[in-house]
């Protein structure tokens, strides 16, 4: 328990202090002008209140990941609050706030088009790329999992428990599909600007159910204590922390899906003066519901050893036990409540992870979105390609590919904020050590995972991962100088 309240603490106090930092760093001016009153068009540009933009993008960003993400990296064990607190005050909330500022300066562009006026057309071709594979196969994850957590729900009842599962599955699939759709293609305001306020009270009413039960019946849900570094992941050699546990646990601590969403609502806010709020705010929320969630889901089951049993037993997939975790510590009624912030969770991303696709694919193509007809232009493709993924993939696949897209997503943001910085002349050690560091995770993620290359010696894999770090350094350097007089940067 004492692990778990120093993070929370540190966590807290972190927008007071490191977040102020930031953003006198970045110079946040409210007389400088923001896309909403620049850019007007009624669609994706419009002014909207800080507080229902701050609760579009903690609801944007959060997703599945500092839920599922958190229950899967617990099975590490207490290292895991290092990396959520660590990660998410240095890391995670530095990337979501200066990355934001910069959508916002640069017209509430998409992170590619940002990213390629620092880094060159090269980075900015291989970004786009990468951000649109991101988006689908968030928005794919964020169909199947809650489609999965519905159905099992509804099945669970007498009066349609004769419609088999598989057909029970895909009807809620084709629900939320036709949701998604929806939510891609309206102006924001009339869905987005109009729930996500009623879903954000359910997902913070989630997180303090969890956390009363955490600190009020601690007895009965022991938080185990950080007294090593070791990992207590069930299969460790397969499995080690480095680079595993930080791609495993990507939103709650570090999440280039975030740089996706912020232009959202870079496109809304009415004074740079909100930056600190909504996007180093957001991200230190998420990070405090990850941190609730590996908590509970290593003190449910007595601990560390029991929650690997338990995702052991469900095939690795999380949304099992976060239903168990649920129903165990709040009762059914609570529960119901529970799951509920769970799915808006993820429905709120998935259906956001579309727009920001459909957004990126129009800011390259040029083609204007006033229109429907060029809206199902971009989007349907979009939405085909989702499905195709979600019949073909298996979750355990699914969510590892998506893991370490968003990690590698995350580090050429990281370095593209180190550019900014350096363009600005400030310093550039908060973004240069987290690209760094998380560069290293990515390349050495392609030498370890079991799903990428695999190599058994695990020595020769982090030395490539070192080298390739080097060679990807030494390549923004050049990039970043090249491109320093550019008249659009």
């Keep these: 328990m004492i692990t778990f309240l120093i993070c929370l603490g540190l966590l807290a106090g972190s927008y007071f202090t490191y977040g102020r930092y930031l953003e006198r760093l970045c110079d946040v001016d409210a007389s400088h002008p923001v896309p909403s009153q620049t850019r007007y068009d009624g669609v994706d540009y419009m002014p909207l209140p800080r507080w229902k933009i701050f609760l579009i993008q903690l609801l944007n960003i959060a997703g599945l990941g500092p839920i599922f993400g958190a229950v899967l990296g617990a099975a590490y064990g207490p290292v895991a609050f290092l990396w959520i607190t660590l990660g998410g005050i240095f890391i995670g909330g530095m990337h979501d706030l200066i990355s934001g500022i910069m959508s916002v300066r640069y017209g509430g562009q998409s992170l590619p088009e940002v990213v390629g006026a620092l880094l060159g057309d090269r980075v900015k071709l291989i970004l786009r790329i990468v951000s649109i594979l991101l988006l689908i196969l968030v928005g794919t994850v964020f169909l199947s999992q809650p489609a999965m957590l519905i159905a099992v729900k509804i099945h669970a009842l007498e009066p349609v428990s004769f419609v088999s599962f598989p057909r029970l599955l895909l009807i809620v699939l084709g629900v939320i599909l036709a949701y998604y759709m929806l939510a891609t293609l309206l102006p924001v305001d009339k869905i987005i600007g109009r729930f996500y306020p009623l879903f954000g009270v359910a997902l913070l009413l989630m997180a303090l159910g969890i956390l009363a039960v955490l600190l009020f019946d601690a007895e009965r849900y022991p938080i185990p204590e950080l007294t090593s570094l070791e990992n207590l992941i069930a299969d460790a050699r397969r499995f080690p922390v480095m680079p595993m546990l930080f791609t ?242």
């Design 248 to 489: 495993t646990i990507a939103c709650g601590a570090i999440s280039g899906f975030h740089a996706t969403q912020s232009p959202l609502t870079a496109r809304c806010i009415t004074s740079e003066r909100q930056s600190r709020a909504i996007f180093y705010g957001a991200m230190i929320v998420e990070s405090i519901i990850a941190l609730i969630w590996a908590a509970i889901a290593m003190a449910f089951r007595g601990g560390v050893k029991g929650l690997n049993t338990a995702l052991a037993e469900y095939g690795g997939n999380a949304s099992l036990p976060v239903d168990e975790i649920a129903v165990g510590t709040l009762g059914p009624l609570f529960a119901g409540l529970v799951i509920f912030g769970v799915i808006a969770c993820a429905i709120t991303s998935g259906d956001t992870a579309f727009r920001s696709a459909r957004l990126i694919v129009a800011d390259f193509t040029g083609l204007e979105q006033k229109s429907l007809r060029n809206r199902l232009r971009i989007s349907l493709p979009l939405f085909a390609l989702a499905l195709l993924i979600f019949f073909c993939l298996p979750f355990d696949a699914l969510w590892s590919y998506f893991a370490w897209t968003n990690q590698t997503l995350a580090s050429i943001t990281l370095w593209a904020i180190a550019a900014y910085l350096r363009r600005h002349r400030k310093t550039v050690w908060p973004a240069l050590l987290p690209a760094l560091f998380m560069t290293y995770v990515c390349t050495s993620y392609l030498f370890i995972s079991p799903l990428m290359l695999g190599m058994e010696n695990r020595t020769a894999a982090y030395l490539l991962g070192g080298l390739s770090t080097v060679i990807i350094a030494f390549y923004m350097y050049y990039s970043n100088r090249r491109h320093a007089n550019d008249p659009d940067a």
